[in-house]
Structure formats: C-alpha cells, structure tokens
C-alpha cells in the first residue's frame, strides 16, 4: 500500500472576506458501557486530540481548506494528516467561527484571521502511523475533561456544540458497534465520496444525499 502524504504549500489555500478558511473536526467514540454510566453520555463520550510540538495543550485536528475540496473533503483530509484516523463525518457542520491564530499569525492571511468549519466525526479506524506522527501525538480523552486541554476558546464552543448535537440527536444513534469503514460495496443509499471518510445525513432534519467529490471517497449514506 502506498504511503500517505500530507499536503504542504498554500497555493490552493481558499480565503473570503481576507480570512483563511480552515475545516476540521472532533473525532470522537462511544466508551463501553460500565453498568455505571449507562445513562449518562457525557461520561461514556471520548474525543480524540491532538498535540502541538512544545506545547502541553490540545487541539482538535483542522487545517487549511483547498480549491480543489469540498470543507467536507477538507475535513475528512485534515483528520486523516493529523490524527490517522477515519471515520463517519456528520454532514452538517457544528458551526462556524472566526479566530486569530495565536502562535502563526502569518498563515492565516496578512490579518492573522481564520474562519473555521467544524464537524464532528464517529471514529471507525485508527491507523498505526499517519502522515504527521512526527508532529503530532494523538489522545482519546473524556469530553468533560477536554475542555481544559483545548487551546483554543473557540474550540472549546465548538466542543459545547458537539455536547448539544449528541444530545439531541439521541443516545441510540451512538452505536457501539465497530463500523467498517467504507469499501467496495455500497447499498443503494449510498454515494462513495472517498477511502477515508463517509458523510452521515443529519436525523434531526431531512436527509440530503449528494455527491462530494471522489479524491478522498467519502460515502453519503441515507437515514
């Protein structure tokens, strides 16, 4: 199997409004149930973060959206580049918020300002090794406790939006079930987008079934 690669350069990076726009996600899994916290998913939900060189924070992975993506493909890349995971992505996004970049100003255009799409994604598989593992370590943490580790304020209201999203679509959609990540065969309520990646209609609204892209094979399947 060929190696993956991350992409580098900022050639296809998209901007509006003078902002570099980003995309990412929280990956995030269902803990077993102990027999203590049945009912309580809070206590049974985990999120994966990732580190930052010579930093003691987290964050969850994102990066720069590119012309040649949907901010869904980017997502699905991003994750894939920091974490080495792949997984469901939740097709409408958790929000979307304006930020400066603390430490790196000068990537995300000559303001220093960012806009960020995020989503929350059901991880599937870890890989052993991802294309930045020299950069990047990777921990599965409690939701409670991530919002002390997040670096950025507006992450930590993305991870407040993660918590409402969960909740209100419901505790029997959190499978606890492994998901074998998309492959060859495909029902007909889907639509492959990419390898590493699926993109899961919203049950809280009509589901929306459309073609993405091919690069990265994200399927969409329906509700």
């Given at each position: 199997?060929?190696?993956?690669?991350?992409?580098?350069?900022r050639h296809r990076q998209r901007y509006k409004d003078n902002l570099r726009l980003v995309s990412g996600c929280i990956p995030y899994r269902l803990a077993k149930d102990d027999g203590v916290h049945n009912n309580d998913l809070e206590s049974r939900l985990e999120v994966l973060m990732i580190s930052l060189p010579n930093r003691d924070d987290l964050v969850f992975p994102k990066g720069g959206w590119e012309d040649d993506e949907t901010v869904e493909e980017a997502a699905c890349r991003e994750v894939l580049e920091e974490a080495g995971v792949k997984g469901i992505l939740k097709e409408n996004h958790l929000g979307v918020w304006d930020f400066r970049s603390k430490?790196?100003?000068?990537?995300?255009?000559?303001?220093?300002g960012c806009r960020g799409y995020m989503f929350a994604l059901q991880v599937t598989e870890e890989l052993e090794t991802w294309p930045e593992q020299e950069n990047h370590d990777r921990k599965w943490i409690y939701v409670k406790e991530a919002f002390k580790f997040c670096r950025y304020e507006w992450m930590r209201r993305a991870l407040n939006e993660f918590l409402e999203v969960m909740d209100e679509e419901g505790k029997h959609e959190m499978r606890e079930d492994v998901v074998e990540p998309c492959r060859v065969a495909v029902s007909d309520e889907c639509q492959i987008m990419s390898t590493n990646c699926c993109v899961k209609a919203s049950s809280t609204q009509h589901p929306n079934i459309r073609p993405v892209g091919a690069q990265f094979g994200i399927m969409l399947p329906g509700i």
């Open positions: 199997m060929a190696s993956l690669l991350a992409r580098t350069g430490s790196r100003q000068e990537i995300c255009s000559l303001e220093g």
